[in-house]
């Protein structure tokens, strides 16, 4: 095993990771998505309608509701959050980071952006 998937299976240990049906009932109840796919992985496959888009360079300052930085939907440190890559890797890290700010809710969608799309669930062009 290489030390990225040493990390990566220490990281989803910790996070109750959710599917693609999941991620849409969450959202549906007040959840937010956080999609932090670069920008020409949005452009070529699409958006999910209503995520919050936060490139993963800014995602930290971006989702502390204490912060200064932080975005309008970053409330408070009990919002369910499904962070959102584009195949489920880069964000179970993402959303390991979110539990080290006090975001004791924030989790990944399994198989990410993809395995939404596959799903048949809405995307935005």
């Not at 993402?94 to 924030?106: D, I, Y």
Request: net charge neutral; with cysteine.
């Amino acid at each position: 095993m290489s030390a990225i998937d040493d990390l990566l299976a220490r990281a989803r240990r910790g996070l109750s990771r959710v599917g693609p049906a999941e991620a849409a009932a969450l959202q549906k109840a007040g959840g937010l998505l956080v999609d932090i796919r670069y920008a020409l992985l949005r452009e070529r496959d699409g958006t999910i309608p209503g995520a919050l888009v936060v490139e993963r360079n800014e995602l930290e300052w971006r989702l502390d509701p204490t912060g200064e930085h932080r975005a309008p939907e970053a409330t408070h440190h009990a919002l369910p959050v499904v962070v959102i890559c584009n195949e489920g890797y880069a964000s179970s890290l993402a959303a390991v980071s979110l539990h080290q700010l006090g975001l004791h809710r924030a989790t990944d969608l399994i198989g990410g952006f993809q395995a939404w799309r596959t799903a048949g669930l809405p995307v935005e062009r």
